[in-house]
């Protein structure tokens, strides 16, 4: 798939799920003012499109350069009759999916906004690079802002803030070194209400 390529739009037939072979996915819905509301990334080895009905009920794009592994539900449906490992696998899927949103709902409506941003590389950390200190950014400032509910300017003050206080650094525009990780840590999980607040956020 190339870049900005759409494996499927919000509406059409859920004829299919995908596994992700290289690349990162985004998950978005089309608000009713036509702004994009990004509801998920998937990566390396999750699944796209699993738990819809008979139309899929967001859309997804390729962020970058990816290559995908289509299963059409008549194969899915099979596999699940025949294997009851592939459907061990889809059972998994949503059950990480509902885990991940829950998350997100979490550090939206409780999380400072650089506290938002913390979580999101953590995840980030996490997910595109098995945990690791230095990775890419698979999403650029404004597909975060859209992510996390915030402005590109917010988004913005924030990583330089992180930067600021030695917490990451920013080898180039789109790679980030955790440098503190119990601190990103700290901020991750400050409902504002905290001293990390007042200390790390002013």
């Known amino acids: 798939m190339a870049s900005h390529e759409h494996l499927f739009h919000e509406g059409d037939p859920a004829a299919a799920i995908f596994e ?3 690349g ?13 509301l990004i509801h998920g990334l998937r990566f390396k080895g999750e699944l796209v499109g699993v738990g ?3 139309t899929y009920g967001v859309s997804a794009v390729a ?5 995908v592994r289509r299963i059409s539900r008549a194969a899915l449906d099979r596999a699940i009759d025949d294997d009851p490992g592939a459907a061990r696998r889809v059972l998994e899927a949503l059950t990480s999916e509902l885990m991940r949103i829950s998350d997100r709902l979490m550090v939206i409506g409780s999380r400072t906004a ?7 590389l953590l995840d980030l950390s996490a997910r595109s690079a098995g945990g690791g200190e ?4 698979p999403i650029c400032r404004s597909e975060m802002a859209d992510y996390l509910g915030l402005t590109i300017e917010t988004v913005s003050r924030a990583m330089t803030r992180l930067k600021t206080l ?11 070194t955790i440098k503190d990780r119990p601190a990103l840590q700290t901020l991750a999980h400050d409902d504002g209400d905290g001293a990390a607040r007042g200390r790390l956020c002013a």
């Open 63 to 67: 962020v970058r350069p990816a290559t």
């Open 114 to 120: 650089i506290g938002r941003v913390a979580a999101c």
């Open 24 to 36: 990162v996915v985004i998950i978005y819905r089309t608000g009713l003012d036509g702004c994009r």
């Open 166 to 176: 030695g917490i990451i650094t920013l080898p180039r525009s789109d790679t980030v």
């Open 52 to 54: 819809y009905g008979e």
């Open 20 to 22: 992700i072979a290289s």
């Open 134 to 137: 230095t990775f890419i950014l």
